[in-house]
Nanobody
């Protein structure tokens, strides 16, 4: 019934900024965590940033100081603000979330379809 949908990807020049959005739809009792991963061609998918239900955040070393994860609980949305983008940030970015749909069910893991971010030099 529910899904994660990312948006905000695109083409940007080095040094520019983008903000990615991920919206969780369907019935939601609790979102335990939401995060962002990315995968470049020929590379393993890697963690970019996560936010736990209590608000704690974690970032990959490569993006610290440049990327910021945030959320809007009322909109069931998580954001990734990406500043000072570098060509090496080019990848498909995926939203990830652990969602409890109802109080009687354990959380399930969801992945978005991915959104392409391309940074030109």
């Amino acid at each position: 019934q529910g899904q994660l949908v990312e948006s905000g990807g695109g083409l940007v020049q080095a040094g520019g900024s983008l903000r990615l959005s991920c919206v969780a739809s369907g019935r939601i009792f609790m979102i335990n965590f939401m995060g962002w991963y990315r995968q470049a061609p020929g590379k393993q998918r890697e963690l970019v940033a996560t936010m736990a239900s209590g608000g704690s955040t974690a970032y990959a070393d490569s993006v610290k100081g440049r990327f910021t994860i945030s959320r809007d609980n009322a909109k069931n949305t998580v954001y990734l603000q990406m500043n000072s983008l570098k060509p090496e940030d080019t990848a498909v970015y995926y939203c990830n979330a652990a969602i409890r749909r109802v109080v009687t069910s354990p959380p399930s893991i969801y992945w978005g379809q991915g959104t392409q971010v391309t940074v030109s030099s």
